[in-house]
């Protein structure tokens, strides 16, 4: 059996609140977990995102010098569909984008921002309204429309990236608000991924999946990936404590899943290129749209994980 790949797998779920989450632990907040020599941590709940930059950024240091290599995924998409970034920067290339978004966005300490703005910006680069869309009908942002029914032009963008259409439940990149949404997220977390990146305890030792490094398995201490919590959703709800937020759950099952994958030497072939996309596709995906680590290969990673095991507080792993 071959060495596993990193010490220490993370997965984060992101929020978009615009003021902090509530003192008590829930639902819609900012949660990570914490695998490491085969042990999961209990997931830690922050109330805003600063915090949790912060604090991670810090965790990621440490990690680093101590001489562990780091897999952290995030359960929002790192990149826009072909041609957004050329459209708004001029260059086909995500950084760019991330840039771009971050200069912008003003994302302050109590979670305040301008991501609704900052879709407006991006909107007004395409023709009639749109493409982003969805926002509380109060607020006053003329350019995103409440509705996707309300937007038109003749020069919008793809709705999805490549990986979206390989998924059934993933959301387009351009709904901002309502149900399962991820464009906000989008927003306001490609920043902190910069954030991060550019930390001067990490700079030279992030790579991010696979924009640096191709469907390759990127050698650098820390490895950013994007990642989708619903690829184990049965195994989540088999593994849920009694009374556990369903984030925490997806954060810790996840992460388990990831690390034991990991332990069994079959980590490697998640990075690997999917099937089924022609050369130009991958020249795409690795420039501006991600990937998202794991999609094709759900029932490997929830055949790593151990059986749940029925307990007086619940079910956990």
Known sequence: MSEPLFDTHIVVDWSARSSPSPMRPSADAIWWAVVRGGQTK???????????VKRLADFLAAEVAAGRRVLIGFDFPFGYPEG?????????????LWDWIAMRVHDGPDNANRRFEVAAE???FYDGVGPAWGRPAAWDV???????KERWGADHPPERRRADGRST????????????????Q????????????????????????????GFEVPEA???LAEVYPSVLQPQVHARRRADEVLDAAQVR????????????????????????LTAADHAVVCAEEAWILGLDQAAALAAALPQPTLTGAGVSA
């Open 42 to 52: 209990p997931p830690v709940y922050q109330r805003t995102r600063g915090e949790a």
């Open 84 to 96: 957004v970034a050329a459209r708004i920067t001029g260059r086909a290339e995500a950084f760019a």
């Open 122 to 124: 991006i909107n007004r």
């Open 142 to 148: 003329p350019d995103v429309p409440v509705a996707m």
């Open 169 to 184: 439940t993933a959301k387009t990149v351009w709904q901002l608000a309502y149900a399962g949404s991820v464009g906000s």
């Open 186 to 213: 989008i927003l306001l977390g490609l920043p902190a991924l910069k954030t991060l990146r550019e930390d001067p305890r990490l700079r030279g030792y992030v790579a991010v999946w696979p924009f640096d490094s």
């Open 221 to 223: 201490a820390v490895v």
């Open 253 to 276: 099952v996840l992460a388990a899943g990831f690390a034991a994958l990991d332990a069994s030497g079959g980590l490697g072939p998640l990075f690997s290129a999917p099937e089924g």
